[in-house]
């Protein structure tokens, strides 16, 4: 159902570069019409079950009344207005929601405008720390293989080196320690030597580390590991014996995708420093935060440089902020925690299904995730033309397939969205 307005894919094509797509063989991209609910409508007269919440952030699905009126109520008093020297009730409003939602310790809030930059954020927050301290040896951070903070150049140093962009930037990036992956599962026993081992890493390393970085129990984009709380109460127990800042990214975990409010929650931990974005504005539009906590705030502040140097153009954006503080009340009024237990429990039971298949090497679930993990690489193009064709949109990566859907997602939606990848798989469609 073409219409006049309709894509021109053949531009799009020519012109536009889309994430991670080549621009001379570029994979397919399908025209989007509009979204509502946890369904996005294609030009072509396709309605698709959303199981991605838009790389995880729509968790109240799309066009919610709520969210919409807090734009439009906004965008009649002003849509931006730079934060140096002003301020305005949508970020003061946003951060006292952050402070009390938050670990308790964590006072000071840095509003930013994504996640890649948040993270940016702590880690020049953990330099500049150890700087003001007098102490100039601490210039490296510590973080496990399998990690993903995003594709910023500090970011990306602290991603994975094996499966990110490490060799291609090698000599731009800074080199930081690396320390193995965490191993034990969520759900399983705690094998003590991983922590003997990562304090082998911190006796050696703790002069020369700012600040240990970890994505809280679910290392997302890196693998999609669910590792055991236990894993991070130890991180959190040798940062301290070290003298070693520890930065938590929830930027993915955040906002309950895990079934707590913030990943942290699992381990009864509190960082120095945290990063969110992501579901923070309900996936309306981009905004992230960096929170930390009195004793970094001040640590900086009485330094040489007397200030955190970084101020983004667009930091504490109106209509951004009046959003997040939309999506946030909108969420602690509902009963999330039982959503996503119902989520949880229709992911678990659905996709064992798949653990029939011999390509399928591991299916988890922890929270409103969902993974099934094959044996390769999935072919994207022919995988997600085969969603589409079922009425669903899956974005797989690696080897991986998996399932963030918005909260709002019914039995009924979860079940063809587990059906769709029970036969991808049993139809070699990847």
């Not at 993270?119 to 496990?144: D, F, N, R």
């Not at 080199?175 to 003590?192: C, G, K, L, M, Q």
């Not at 301290?240 to 707590?260: M, S, W």
Request: proline share 5%.
């Amino acid at each position: 159902m073409h219409n006049k307005q309709a894509i021109d894919l053949d531009f799009d094509r020519e012109h536009i570069w889309h994430p991670y797509t080549s621009m001379t063989t570029p994979l397919p991209v399908y025209p989007v019409s509009h979204a509502k609910a946890n369904r996005i409508f294609l030009e072509t007269g396709e309605a698709l079950i959303d199981g991605m919440a838009s790389w995880w952030s729509a968790i109240h699905g799309y066009c919610h009344p709520v969210l919409n009126e807090a734009i439009t109520k906004q965008l009649g008093k002003m849509s931006h207005v730079m934060f140096g020297g002003l301020t305005h009730k949508p970020a003061v409003e946003l951060a006292k929601k952050l402070v009390e939602i938050t670990p308790s310790t964590l006072d000071k809030v840095f509003l930013a405008d994504s996640g890649s930059v948040s993270v940016e954020v702590a880690i020049k927050m953990a330099l500049q720390y150890w700087l003001s301290q007098g102490i100039k040896t601490k210039q490296k951070l510590m973080t496990p293989l399998k990690g993903y903070h995003g594709d910023t150049f500090a970011a990306m140093s602290v991603c994975d080196p094996v499966n990110s962009m490490h060799s291609m930037y090698s000599g731009f990036l800074p080199e930081h320690v690396f320390v193995p992956a965490p191993v034990s599962r969520f759900n399983e026993t705690f094998d003590i030597h991983e922590a003997e081992t990562l304090e082998v890493y911190f006796k050696e390393h703790h002069q020369d580390v700012a600040a240990f970085i970890i994505e809280p129990i679910v290392q997302n984009a890196g693998g999609m590991n669910f590792y055991h709380p236990e894993y991070l109460r130890h991180i959190r127990a040798l940062c301290d014996k070290y003298n070693v800042l520890l930065i938590c990214d929830e930027i993915a975990t955040g906002f309950g995708r895990t079934g707590k409010l913030f990943a942290v929650e699992h381990a009864d931990i509190e960082p120095d420093i945290m990063c969110i974005g992501k579901a923070l504005t309900g996936g309306m539009m981009t905004l992230s935060a960096t929170l930390t906590t009195s004793k970094v705030a001040v640590g900086i502040s009485e330094g040489e440089a007397g200030v955190l140097m970084h101020g983004p153009t667009f930091m504490g954006n109106p209509l951004a902020c009046e959003t997040a503080c939309a999506s946030i009340d909108l969420l602690l009024e509902q009963p999330w925690q039982e959503q996503i237990v119902h989520i949880n429990e229709v992911l678990t039971e659905q996709l064992s299904k798949c653990k029939q298949h011999a390509n399928v090497v591991d299916v988890r679930t922890l929270g409103a995730i969902g993974v099934v993990e094959l044996n390769r690489r999935v072919d994207v193009a022919k995988i997600q033309q085969f969603f589409v064709e079922k009425g669903v949109w899956i974005r797989p990566f690696g080897k991986l397939i998996y399932l963030m859907p918005p909260y709002i997602s019914s039995e009924t939606c979860l079940e063809k969205l587990c059906g769709a990848i029970d036969d991808a798989i049993s139809q070699n469609m990847f």
